[in-house]
């Protein structure tokens, strides 16, 4: 049992103690192998972390990163309530103003009538942490618009005079069933957005029986996401190779055991991606709360680099030397889950992946936010089916990145997807408005299927083929 | 003879009677019919109704729709006067003081000098019912904007040294002249922009000896358009088949009697396109009336979701399995009238209906008001021209769809279209100007058909040929 | 001699006497032929009109138009002092304020660097009406925008590494020795823009030694605008053909005897275009003047139709139905003059004057202000080259439109042309500076025509060659 | 020595004496071959002109120019004096109070996150003159914008499963280590954008171990700049051509006496360009100190024509007559460094220079500031790689022009060159923070390419291959 005067007097970079959850951590030694570096820890050298911690790192980071040793035990009760005092009379920063008023404002949920209606209210109502993490892209965000502004190249070929009173827009991916051909690819860090984070979206794919794909750096545990999923609904896990592959090999072992049904093995974000809007964030938000930006101080010493913001930390430990003679035989002799490859990014790559003989791949380039000026998905499908149409024989195909519109989905399943992976939007959604807003945007998607499909004269999935589509060379959007 | 206390004691769900033209009918029964929905009714319940019923609704609705047995009867004179004194005292609405004052304010008609003139007054002078509904298109109007968009991408060769002092804009349609290759489109509810809607349009079309195409869904009968006309004046029908087909034969047997000339058969929307400036127009009214939009508060049941807008109600009870086996033969037994498919969008489906036998195909999207991401309907021509010439031969073929100028229509001839419709542009001209608007832009037309065939060097239809224009890929429009 | 009551007398439809620079004339029976109109006249019906005539008729067309009879004779000398103090002490309009003040702030000419600046000052500096007329275009200006345009799609080839410090621009067009492969393409009614009009770019032309075409829809006559220029120097005559033969057969005649060197007869105006921004310039400017413009009251008498604006009434005699079988052999009859057909906007027709044996082509659309989606013709130019190359050789090839920089030209000389025309801009440039702002501009052109050629590696226009120049789709103008 | 009054004496066009650097100078003679004109050295005839002289003259160019016998001696240490006060009361004009505050106001450089974010910088603390001389380009700047636009047009095909967790960047050019595949091509005046000019950048570049290409227009003489670099150091020189060859050939061998490693022949700019911001500058600045633009009086001599800005006076002297047949064995004749042709502009070219035998081409429009319309460097370098593959294999090739991130860098190696030159951006750095600014954008540049490298599945830069890189036709920036 710890006072405040106690922790306070461990506040220095060579002797660290944090509070988190009133309990006092002993973080000397890790700060070194923090991901975030140890900067932003010393900020709270001393003192209570918790409002820091929570919302980016899994209920059991604590207990995996940190020996049992350096767990120095609870705070006296006392304590306990000088921290919940001290937060509850903590004056509120701008930005949580701002956001707590946005909230207060959203229309009512019968008023979203699209996914973009969902973005905006999302865009609103996230902190400016949060909204810069989730929206951010590399470089000048050309590949997150180029996936977008694909699909505005592509045209239908309607069919009439067929009979559409019944149409069924449910499909199954790798042989599970889904209601629409849309799952939800994973995305990191939901608690930014929404304190119930990924459960949100795991509950919310539940009762729209869709199949939700839940990240490694999902902000909670596989465990809680998966507990908060019903008995029969079925997750896919996108696994970070870790690069010690022990440990890897421990988190797959570990999901399969939790039940999860599938690996999306992730291949396109080896390395962080450049975010500059989430490497800005901090210095945005240290001057609207001040009221002054830093200046530059000639022969100053500068501080040390940006960094890779969020993104960056997430992956520090990642394997950044697979390869497909290696690393695949490796995850097999693990699991008897099917793998996917999520971010394969050319033609050539499809080809190698049905060689090695998984049984998928996600067209993918992570949503703009990796390599900038990586194709489109929607592009390399598009030369997918034209170049080797025999890979769509040999493993499930699908896309990830820049869906927004039931047509969009339509699109990818003319050129020969089985389903359509949306990653950022279902963030949003859930930020906007939890769980029910993850339920609203899976409406919205259905709906807008069935009636392009209705539209197309199609009353399954496997009635959309390539002939009822064309790219054209005049896009404005 | 019935009170105003006697018909507010029927203000519920389950004993609901509403007052029209002071008249009061039962409508208890006819709730859950209601192709708009039982909650617009229910708003009404026990009050007055006319001011929402009549410009949606053509006059023989209420024969045709509600038995005979819950036409109650009318007011007794004290009723009817109170009715009317409420009507004269009601407060304006903010819409309706704004609409007045732009209708005071309209230029005089000889300054209006194309089409779009037009209708940049007409979207002053409508309601925002009424601009919402007839500018709304489907999802993000790519389609619609493309319509437009996709002429500027044919530009022409015209050839000089040619006399052309004497110029012929006029054609035959189905046989039927016409003072110049443009028809009336079918379009929805005219009366929302004018009290006299579809009349306006049938009188301009006989002074300017143009072919109006009645919509199934005009707000006035089918035997007041008819009786607006001149004897001699052809006008064809736009049929959209009921689902019942006993229903739908008794219409065209009626239309037939009634004179029209030939039937156009809807098979672009036997679905409801997804209008949401549309269906989101009673909430901007509400929020621009009381000043004050709704909000989300968490928890709270939920309303019945969004629905379809006008759009969807009109064509609740439509025929979703036509096909061309089964419904062409069919409608041939009943009728003949020559038939022409409205809403062909493929090459493939206009294969298939000059296959059938029919007399003409009108490619068309509805004015990209259905499928998001129909080509175009010059494109479609275009297309057609290239890879199927020998359709032009079998059956007549027209456009409708983005045409706001005398070289759009003259592209469209140069592609081999007979004659190009024209929809939304005559409900704007008469919600402007009433009659003297439809007469007015055909005049326009004219001139510009006028013009650009002798800027062309031709001085009648036929000569205008395939050689005379060019696809061109720089459209910056 | 005429008191102004005695004018005054007749001021109606039916007995019209106007004053012209102290004249009187009967023109009652000149109302109906009046190309322009009866309403604008009758305006000045018993009163001076000379503010409102001078700047768009030549000084002999009551000479040409009004038989001797009804010349009236000239007004006493009181009269004569009354409309010149009337005139005097007449209070300015807003629009004539706006034009001094503009007037007074022209920057020196020796900040004008390019024909774009030239531009920007004579739009400040011009009269509305003037404004309106030399900048419009037909229907929405998408040709006139596109003429310029596409110039922006083409790119160079340069060559390095050869001697360029003697460069000359000079050629020689129908023989004729000009100093930049420049000449003033015809434009109607300079003096709208300056008191000096046409006169200031003949001068300017001679100072510089280039060609002017001058317009038979010139605001001054050809005697006068040759008396301007010097004894050398070449003019050509841009002929619109009148109706009648024997008149046009006397225009052209006269214009032989006078000296001018060619004659471009004019086929791409035979109709009036839609130039709708000078149509509207008179409601425009009454609007301004009165600060209400006009309202439409329903059901009072239209006033007649919108007419054509100031292009129509300038064309309103021309002749429509000139043919390559009758026309040439009728010119050439009467001329020993080489022939240029102006207005050539396809292949086909470029083939046809080829075979007609006329000595030059200039492929024009009338600076876009003729059929709307008319090529631009550097694409027709294009077209050409690689199409009929075989017709470069049988006759010279010009083009205008758009051209707006020394590059420009190069681009058309690489292609083939023999020099390009420019009208607009020789306007622009009369109406900012006088003659001072045509030498300005033939300076400017030779200074970017020079230096591109260096930067070509070129020092002679015959080494301005296809293989200098590429066509690309990227243009992003 | 001499007083003020002494040397205010001689202030006409035929008696001219000027101060530079407390010593007095006789440069009556000089008036006429002074390449920026006679009339700005006349503004300071009889006074100090040391603040205009010194940012825009390397310190040897009194020595160079002016003959020993008109270097008339020192001023007293009155006159010292006073010219020092009189510097130091001087007023600051608007234009250096708001550079003050700029540069006052600049970000850390921590947070400076890409060159674009420098450029924002430099744009700011800039000079306006300095700000217009470095960021103009010819006429309207399409060839500067479209060299930049036209990087966006290629887009990738990554690998994924590589190795990459180790990468290296480094290259070599002609036989020189270099860090990454950039180099710092040439470009001048850098004491108009910092005190230290080109200094800054030759330390900044030894620090980074990249090489710099040194101006013959820069404003610091050969010996000062490599003087300021490390000894091991390699530098290019950037060759203008005197027309004198002897002057030239002194150039030459001095260059290779100093130790600089290659000469850069520069053929792109024989004669100066039309950068119209350049020339317009001294305008602005007059128009911004004294709130008055100048106005165009009617009749008034005008002032001699606006001259070529400060790039044509920087090149007055140069051979425009250079080819290949003499210029090369010429320079061959004279050096045994290794020789590259800065300009090719077009696929001839380049064969022509492989043929020529020298070591390397740069394909360069000069940023865009010589002939408009010049091609976009990565599109020539892309028609190279497939009509002429075989160049690659007898030279080097480089490219510069729109260069801005590691990706853009990337693209031209896919496609062959060996390394990528960028100026402008490095002029931009040192103006924004000195030495520390060109260290920044190298750190940034080696970020991104490095980054970009592993995205593509590359460790080395030879494994980037055209298979990488795809040409889209669906640019948007």
């Given at each position: 049992m710890f006072t405040l005067d106690q922790v306070s007097a461990h506040s220095t970079a060579t002797?660290?103690?944090?509070?988190i959850d009133n309990n006092v951590y002993d973080v000397t030694d890790f700060l070194k192998e923090h991901p975030g570096g140890a900067s932003i820890i010393l900020k709270y050298a001393g003192k209570d972390a918790t409002q820091a911690y929570a919302p980016i790192h899994p209920p059991d980071a604590l207990e995996k990163n940190l020996p049992a040793s350096k767990h120095l035990g609870p705070l006296t009760a006392d304590a306990v309530q000088s921290v919940a005092e001290a937060q509850k009379s903590r004056k509120k920063t701008k930005d949580e103003t701002r956001v707590e008023q946005a909230l207060a404002q959203r229309p009512p949920l019968s008023q979203i009538l699209s996914v973009a209606d969902m973005e905006a209210v999302a865009r609103k109502v996230l902190s400016h942490k949060a909204e810069a993490y989730y929206s951010s892209a590399s470089d000048d965000n050309i590949s997150m618009v180029e996936n977008a502004r694909a699909f505005s190249r592509f045209f239908f070929h309607p069919r009439v005079m067929r009979p559409v009173s019944k149409c069924d827009p449910s499909t199954t991916i790798l042989g599970f069933k889904s209601a629409i051909p849309v799952f939800v690819s994973g995305a990191a860090l939901a608690k930014l957005g929404h304190p119930l984070?990924?459960?949100n979206i795991a509950r919310g794919a539940g009762k729209t029986s869709i199949i939700q794909m839940v990240s490694s750096n999902a902000s909670m545990s596989p465990e809680e996401i998966i507990g908060a999923a019903l008995p029969s609904q079925p997750l896919f896990f996108q696994l970070y190779k870790h690069v010690n592959d022990e440990i890897?090999?421990?988190?797959?072992?570990?999901?399969?055991?939790?039940g999860y049904k599938a690996i999306f093995l992730t291949v396109d974000a080896v390395i962080p991606g450049n975010r500059e809007k989430d490497i800005r964030s901090p210095w945005?938000?240290?001057?609207?709360?001040?009221?002054?930006?830093?200046?530059?101080?000639e022969g100053e010493k500068e501080a040390a680099d940006?960094?890779?913001?969020?993104?960056?930390?997430?992956?520090?430990?990642?394997d950044r030397d697979m390869t497909w003679e290696k690393t695949i035989p490796w995850l097999r002799s693990l699991t008897k889950l099917p793998i996917v490859i999520k971010g394969i990014q050319c033609v050539q790559d499809a080809v190698l992946a049905a060689e090695a003989g998984v049984e998928g791949i996600l067209l993918s380039n992570?949503?703009?936010r990796q390599l900038e000026y990586s194709l489109p998905p929607i592009e390399?499908?598009?030369?997918?089916?034209?170049?080797?149409?025999?890979?769509?024989?040999?493993?499930?195909?699908?896309?990830?990145?820049?869906v927004q519109r039931g047509t969009d989905v339509l699109k990818a399943l003319c050129l020969g997807a089985t389903a359509v992976g949306i990653g950022r939007q279902f963030l949003y959604a859930q930020s906007a408005y939890g769980e029910a807003g993850v339920v609203k945007i899976v409406q919205i998607l259905e709906a807008e299927i069935v009636r392009g499909m209705r539209g197309l004269g199609a009353t399954r999935v496997e009635e959309l083929v390539?002939?009822?589509?064309?790219?054209?060379?005049?896009a404005k959007l």
């Amino acid at each position: 049992m710890f006072t405040l005067d106690q922790v306070s007097a461990h506040s220095t970079a060579t002797d660290c103690w944090v509070i988190i959850d009133n309990n006092v951590y002993d973080v000397t030694d890790f700060l070194k192998e923090h991901p975030g570096g140890a900067s932003i820890i010393l900020k709270y050298a001393g003192k209570d972390a918790t409002q820091a911690y929570a919302p980016i790192h899994p209920p059991d980071a604590l207990e995996k990163n940190l020996p049992a040793s350096k767990h120095l035990g609870p705070l006296t009760a006392d304590a306990v309530q000088s921290v919940a005092e001290a937060q509850k009379s903590r004056k509120k920063t701008k930005d949580e103003t701002r956001v707590e008023q946005a909230l207060a404002q959203r229309p009512p949920l019968s008023q979203i009538l699209s996914v973009a209606d969902m973005e905006a209210v999302a865009r609103k109502v996230l902190s400016h942490k949060a909204e810069a993490y989730y929206s951010s892209a590399s470089d000048d965000n050309i590949s997150m618009v180029e996936n977008a502004r694909a699909f505005s190249r592509f045209f239908f070929h309607p069919r009439v005079m067929r009979p559409v009173s019944k149409c069924d827009p449910s499909t199954t991916i790798l042989g599970f069933k889904s209601a629409i051909p849309v799952f939800v690819s994973g995305a990191a860090l939901a608690k930014l957005g929404h304190p119930l984070g990924e459960v949100n979206i795991a509950r919310g794919a539940g009762k729209t029986s869709i199949i939700q794909m839940v990240s490694s750096n999902a902000s909670m545990s596989p465990e809680e996401i998966i507990g908060a999923a019903l008995p029969s609904q079925p997750l896919f896990f996108q696994l970070y190779k870790h690069v010690n592959d022990e440990i890897a090999a421990q988190r797959v072992r570990n999901i399969e055991r939790l039940g999860y049904k599938a690996i999306f093995l992730t291949v396109d974000a080896v390395i962080p991606g450049n975010r500059e809007k989430d490497i800005r964030s901090p210095w945005v938000v240290e001057a609207l709360e001040t009221g002054s930006p830093k200046v530059y101080v000639e022969g100053e010493k500068e501080a040390a680099d940006a960094g890779l913001g969020t993104a960056g930390a997430l992956i520090a430990n990642d394997d950044r030397d697979m390869t497909w003679e290696k690393t695949i035989p490796w995850l097999r002799s693990l699991t008897k889950l099917p793998i996917v490859i999520k971010g394969i990014q050319c033609v050539q790559d499809a080809v190698l992946a049905a060689e090695a003989g998984v049984e998928g791949i996600l067209l993918s380039n992570h949503g703009g936010r990796q390599l900038e000026y990586s194709l489109p998905p929607i592009e390399i499908l598009y030369r997918l089916r034209k170049q080797r149409p025999d890979v769509f024989k040999k493993l499930e195909v699908y896309i990830d990145g820049g869906v927004q519109r039931g047509t969009d989905v339509l699109k990818a399943l003319c050129l020969g997807a089985t389903a359509v992976g949306i990653g950022r939007q279902f963030l949003y959604a859930q930020s906007a408005y939890g769980e029910a807003g993850v339920v609203k945007i899976v409406q919205i998607l259905e709906a807008e299927i069935v009636r392009g499909m209705r539209g197309l004269g199609a009353t399954r999935v496997e009635e959309l083929v390539p002939e009822m589509i064309e790219r054209v060379d005049w896009a404005k959007l």
